[in-house]
């Protein structure tokens, strides 16, 4: 018995061969168009302004949770004024108490507000950073020198620390809201859950001033943020170059971390007072905490006689301990992410 297939079977088969080449055209094409997209994806934030957008924002919940421990105890030295010496011990001490008394939450206190300011506020200074560059480079895509690196990052400085300080001053609240001052403790109603996040800001909002209680201590918080982000920034770059190797481009990983170290403590170190009052007018009203200042001025006579100078640079032991892992991880983590977004189209550094 023949198995020849018949006249009518040959000829459907035959129109079939080009329905089958017409539909693998057909997923070809839409493959194609689905690389298309994603390459003007990677095109699109792969933008220098950007991409140092996200690789800001990356860089800054990384290190802010590396010291969360040490942070909360700066701001607890910072707050403290005459008569309190519930946090006057060595820092080893001082994390101690902090552990016993309120445990690992206590450690980490303000850390997910700290996190949810410090992802905008670190995407909004380098993506600044980089947007500002543009009108000081003295021909596109060239180098920027010491001085205006420092100009450009006073000025990113600022349009972060603008954007987002509302969450800088409840970040503040909710570290010390817990601890164990026990002039807060009276004040807190026996079984009285603290508020989070919102309800300080909306506590804030209708019982001390409205919209400018949010606002409160911003202007040494901007005369310390400029000139602090501005050193960060030129110092950074500078010892980048110390610790890159004779003829590579770049420095390695520990390198990096070197550069940030050093940069954060020069930066942190020269501008440590404004950090200090900006602490002290963002608690300025809080109840138990004891003092009212009436400006800037008064401020800082006000500390200086009564807690002397050293009134000015308390906490910044921590601060120091805290700052070299924190601006190492933020600049590692910064150009780790940064090169990732941008991968080959990366031409320069900053």
Request: glycine share 10%.
């Given at each position: 018995?023949?198995?020849?297939?018949?006249?009518?079977?040959?000829?459907?088969q035959?129109?079939?061969v080009?329905?089958?080449?017409?539909?693998?055209e057909?997923?070809f094409?839409?493959?194609?168009a689905?690389?298309?997209?994603?390459?003007?994806?990677?095109?699109?934030?792969?933008?220098?302004?950007?991409?140092?957008?996200?690789?800001?924002?990356?860089?800054g919940?990384?290190?802010?949770?590396v010291?969360?421990p040490?942070?909360?105890l700066?701001?607890?030295?910072?707050?403290q004024?005459?008569g309190?010496?519930?946090?006057?011990?060595?820092?080893?001490?001082?994390?101690?108490?902090m552990w016993r008394?309120?445990?690992?939450?206590?450690?980490?206190?303000?850390?997910?507000?700290?996190c949810?300011?410090?992802?905008?506020?670190?995407?909004?200074?380098?993506?600044?950073?980089?947007?500002?560059?543009?009108?000081?480079?003295?021909?596109?895509?060239?180098?920027?020198g010491?001085?205006?690196r420092?100009?450009?990052?006073?000025?990113?400085?600022?349009?972060?620390?603008?954007?987002?300080?509302?969450?800088d001053?409840?970040?503040?609240?909710?570290?010390?809201?817990?601890?164990?001052f026990?002039?807060?403790?009276?004040?807190?109603?026996?079984?009285?859950?603290?508020?989070?996040?919102?309800?300080?800001?909306?506590?804030?909002?209708?019982?001390?001033?409205g919209?400018?209680?949010?606002?409160?201590?911003?202007?040494?918080?901007v005369?310390?943020?400029?000139?602090?982000?501005g050193?960060?920034?030129?110092?950074?770059?500078?010892?980048?170059?110390?610790?890159?190797?004779?003829?590579?481009?770049d420095p390695?990983?520990?390198?990096?971390?070197?550069?940030?170290?050093?940069?954060g403590?020069?930066?942190?170190?020269?501008?440590y007072?404004f950090?200090?009052?900006?602490r002290?007018?963002?608690?300025?009203?809080m109840?138990?905490?004891g003092?009212?200042?009436a400006?800037?001025?008064?401020?800082?006579v006000?500390?200086?006689?009564?807690?002397?100078?050293r009134?000015?640079?308390?906490?910044?032991?921590?601060?120091?301990?805290?700052?070299?892992?924190?601006?190492?991880?933020?600049?590692?983590?910064?150009?780790?992410?940064?090169?990732l977004?941008?991968?080959?189209?990366?031409t320069t550094?900053?």
């Amino acid at each position: 018995m023949s198995t020849s297939k018949t006249s009518e079977e040959q000829p459907a088969q035959i129109a079939a061969v080009p329905a089958m080449d017409a539909e693998k055209e057909g997923t070809f094409a839409a493959m194609a168009a689905e690389d298309s997209r994603l390459e003007q994806f990677k095109i699109f934030i792969a933008q220098p302004v950007l991409a140092s957008f996200i690789a800001g924002g990356v860089a800054g919940a990384v290190s802010r949770t590396v010291v969360s421990p040490l942070e909360r105890l700066k701001i607890l030295f910072q707050v403290q004024s005459v008569g309190r010496n519930e946090y006057k011990m060595s820092v080893p001490k001082a994390l101690a108490k902090m552990w016993r008394d309120e445990g690992w939450r206590g450690l980490m206190a303000g850390n997910g507000t700290n996190c949810i300011r410090i992802v905008p506020y670190s995407a909004v200074q380098f993506g600044a950073y980089n947007l500002y560059k543009r009108f000081f480079e003295d021909t596109p895509g060239s180098p920027l020198g010491p001085y205006q690196r420092l100009l450009c990052g006073g000025l990113a400085g600022i349009t972060s620390v603008t954007t987002t300080y509302p969450l800088d001053i409840v970040r503040t609240r909710l570290s010390i809201q817990s601890a164990s001052f026990e002039s807060l403790k009276s004040s807190v109603k026996a079984g009285e859950k603290l508020p989070g996040m919102w309800g300080v800001l909306v506590g804030m909002y209708k019982h001390e001033g409205g919209f400018t209680a949010l606002y409160r201590g911003i202007v040494p918080t901007v005369a310390g943020v400029a000139p602090y982000v501005g050193l960060n920034f030129m110092t950074y770059e500078i010892a980048r170059k110390y610790f890159t190797p004779e003829g590579k481009k770049d420095p390695g990983a520990v390198g990096k971390l070197a550069a940030g170290a050093v940069s954060g403590a020069v930066a942190q170190t020269c501008t440590y007072p404004f950090d200090v009052l900006r602490r002290r007018f963002q608690v300025n009203t809080m109840s138990g905490m004891g003092y009212q200042y009436a400006g800037i001025t008064d401020a800082i006579v006000t500390i200086l006689k009564t807690e002397g100078i050293r009134g000015l640079y308390k906490g910044i032991v921590p601060n120091l301990l805290k700052v070299a892992p924190s601006m190492a991880s933020s600049w590692l983590s910064f150009e780790f992410t940064r090169d990732l977004v941008m991968g080959a189209r990366k031409t320069t550094f900053l």
